[in-house]
């Protein structure tokens, strides 16, 4: 069992971690100081590195890479700033990924050519939550109805993620009454379609480079070939979607808690206390100690659950496990980063108050800790057989 990576992902992630230590890092604060989506860095990385198609075939644009090359990007992404990471994963693998399992030919050449490059205005998004419908998909209200050779959309969104700055939104919907698994679709839906209406970023408690927003439909008309594979196959193609997010946003917080981490030890090696360095007490020790573990134990479960989708084998319990441990590890780590700083830590002249405000939001995205759990439990209780 080898557990290195190959020399051309070591070139790889050296490749975006000088990127991201360039481009990203230096500006974080200043950029969500100002809550703005750090563009100049996320053009510069769509053309130079390809991080805006970076699942997207060849053909259609893209740098089509493997999911473990995509976790490793978007785990450096996140060590330089979290919200220009989720931007960044969730372009690819909520706005570009549907499109990709299950667009057509003609599909895929319309919209993702369009979508690679890091263009402002030229993200992509998946449109999931409602008001009323957040981990429940079922519950969805947004309706699609077939007149004539358009579908007519009506309904709200909420919590949509680069939806302000979209191409294209990829839109669950009910196209069938009935409260089933077979009665939701995807439709894609540009973003210039009359009667869609994208409200203001939403207020959050961190990832002020990265926006959420309402949307509503009105009256939306979209062309008939806009829907994804076959009608009531949205649920089904969610799921499959969601499976791949949550590989990355573990990835992510690992990101983000490896830079708390390096964070936390640099400042316990200057920091004189009682006559001596911090690092030496065994209680800062024991605490860094943790977190090193941690942090090693998160990105081995990551890379193993995008193993697995690589090699096209099941992955859906791994995915859980890898998102479930990762986020709350991360909480863990940035919390104890700012123990450590002690006051400084509380104060935004120090990173690690913002890392740990980022990091809040990854134990609700992409499926909550709490869904996590069940998805593990269903097939720990489904079979006596080992879970790999």
């Given at each position: ?11 790889w ?33 769509g ?12 053909a259609?644009?893209?740098s ?5 090359a ?34 057509t030919e003609e ?11 890091g ?5 992509a998004?998946?449109?999931?939550t409602?008001p ?9 209200k ?5 007149v004539?050779n358009e ?16 191409d294209?939104?990829v ?13 939701l ?15 203001p970023?939403?207020?959050?408690m ?16 979209v062309p008939?070939?806009?829907l ?12 499959q ?6 590989i990355?946003?573990g ?21 004189i206390?009682?006559?001596k ?21 998160a ?6 659950a ?23 590890m ?5 919390r104890?980063?700012?123990?450590i ?8 002249e ?5 890392m740990?405000?980022d ?5 609700i ?24």
């Amino acid at each position: 069992m080898d557990f290195d990576l190959s020399p051309e992902l070591r070139m790889w992630r050296d490749a975006v971690h000088k990127f991201v230590a360039q481009e990203i890092k230096p500006h974080a604060a200043e950029y969500n100081e100002r809550a703005e989506t750090m563009w100049p860095a996320i053009q510069k990385g769509g053309e130079q590195l390809g991080l805006l198609g970076m699942l997207v075939p060849e053909a259609y644009g893209g740098s089509e890479m493997d999911t473990l090359a995509f976790a490793i990007a978007i785990e450096e992404l996140g060590w330089g700033d979290g919200g220009t990471g989720l931007v960044i994963a969730a372009h690819n693998g909520l706005g570009c990924s549907p499109i990709v399992m299950f667009g057509t030919e003609e599909q895929k050449k319309r919209f993702l050519s369009r979508v690679i490059t890091g263009q402002p205005g030229r993200l992509a998004a998946l449109a999931l939550t409602e008001p009323d419908a957040g981990s429940d998909l079922k519950g969805v209200k947004t309706r699609a109805e077939l007149v004539g050779n358009e579908w007519v959309i009506n309904g709200s969104k909420m919590w949509i993620t680069n939806s302000g700055d979209a191409d294209y939104i990829v839109t669950l919907l009910r196209t069938a009454p009935e409260r089933s698994s077979h009665s939701l679709s995807l439709i894609v839906v540009p973003t210039n379609t009359p009667g869609l209406h994208i409200g203001p970023p939403e207020k959050k408690m961190g990832l002020g480079t990265t926006h959420s927003h309402a949307i509503t439909y009105e009256n939306v008309r979209v062309p008939r070939e806009n829907l994804l594979g076959t009608a009531g196959q949205g649920m089904y193609q969610t799921l499959q979607v969601l499976d791949g997010g949550r590989i990355s946003i573990g990835a992510l917080s690992v990101g983000i808690a490896q830079a708390a981490f390096e964070e936390a030890v640099a400042y316990a090696k200057q920091r004189i206390a009682f006559g001596k360095p911090i690092a030496a007490r065994q209680a800062i020790q024991f605490m860094l100690a943790d977190m090193a573990t941690e942090i090693h134990a998160a990105r081995l479960m990551v890379y193993h659950a995008a193993w697995l989708k690589q090699e096209g084998k099941p992955f859906t319990h791994a995915a859980a496990m890898a998102k479930l441990f990762a986020s709350e590890m991360a909480e863990r780590v940035t919390r104890n980063a700012i123990q450590i700083h002690g006051g400084y830590g509380y104060s935004r002249e120090y990173p690690v108050e913002r890392m740990y405000r980022d990091t809040r939001l990854m134990t609700i995205g992409e499926g909550t800790s709490e869904i996590q759990r069940m998805v593990i439990a269903r097939r720990v209780l489904s079979s006596m057989a080992s879970l790999f």
